[in-house]
């Protein structure tokens, strides 16, 4: 069985600040990926950024990376430079080699970004 | 279309009535996924699709709920004598394979009330 915990229920952060919301995960397969996806108010998904089981660097995307520490199972992502366009919803998600693949999502982090 | 196209966006039953939510991948992609989304949670999964064949349908809460993609393409999920607890975001994604590197893309959600 796959589980993602995410233990931020809500975060704040100052506009132009660098902030880390943390994603832990639990899964008995060797070959998985790892997902972001933010929500805005407005409900539809977008996919941030991807990370690999057996990826060797941490992925980034423009101001999105992902601290990946397989032998602590976390998956953190890092948005620097933050935006008010970037309070939203943020799931941390995992799609692993066994069964069907389905995805597993977190319950989320809502962060705020204060001008 | 470009993207996922779910519809209705919003659909208000009585309970007790029979709804159905119909989603369109994008084209050529092989897995379908339905998600649940209560207000304030994370995407709980429903069922897969890998092209017409349902080969994971171990979300659906009971069997008031009933998924279908008869020829690999659009994809109907089904719910009988709608409940109140059924009232949430209904979203769709689809990959294009079925590896586990593939992000998912989603659709806008279908967002169910049942009175």
């Known amino acids: 069985a796959q589980k993602i915990t995410q233990t931020q229920p809500g975060m704040f952060v100052q506009e132009k600040e660098a902030v880390t919301l943390d994603c832990t995960y639990d899964?008995?397969?060797?070959?998985?990926?790892l997902f972001w996806y933010k929500q805005p108010s407005s409900g539809e998904m977008i996919f941030l950024i991807y990370?690999?089981?057996?990826?060797?660097q941490n992925a980034t995307e423009g101001r999105y990376s992902l601290n990946f520490q397989k032998a602590r199972k976390s998956a953190n992502l890092v948005i620097s430079a933050s935006q008010l366009g970037d309070s939203a919803m943020y799931f941390c998600?995992?799609?692993?080699?066994?069964?069907?693949?389905?995805?597993?999502f977190g319950i989320g982090t809502k962060l705020q970004v204060i001008p | 279309g470009a993207g996922v196209s779910q519809s209705p966006r919003y659909k208000v039953a009585k309970r007790g009535q029979d709804v159905a939510l119909r989603c369109d991948p994008i084209s050529g992609h092989v897995s379908l996924f339905w998600y649940q989304q209560a207000l304030g949670q994370g995407p709980e999964f429903l069922t897969y699709?890998?092209?017409?064949?349902?080969?994971?349908k171990s979300g659906l809460p009971s069997d008031r709920f009933f998924a279908e993609r008869p020829e690999g393409s659009v994809s109907t999920l089904k719910i009988q004598r709608t409940q109140q607890e059924d009232s949430a975001v209904y979203l769709c994604?689809?990959?294009?394979?079925?590896?586990?590197?593939?992000?998912?893309?989603f659709g806008e959600g279908s967002r169910l009330t049942v009175l």
């Open positions: 994604a689809s990959s294009l394979g079925v590896h586990f590197t593939g992000e998912l893309f």
């Open positions: 998600a995992m799609r692993a080699s066994g069964g069907y693949q389905k995805v597993t």
């Open positions: 899964t008995s397969d060797q070959s998985y990926g």
């Open positions: 990370q690999g089981s057996y990826d060797e």
């Open positions: 699709f890998q092209n017409e064949a349902q080969l994971d």
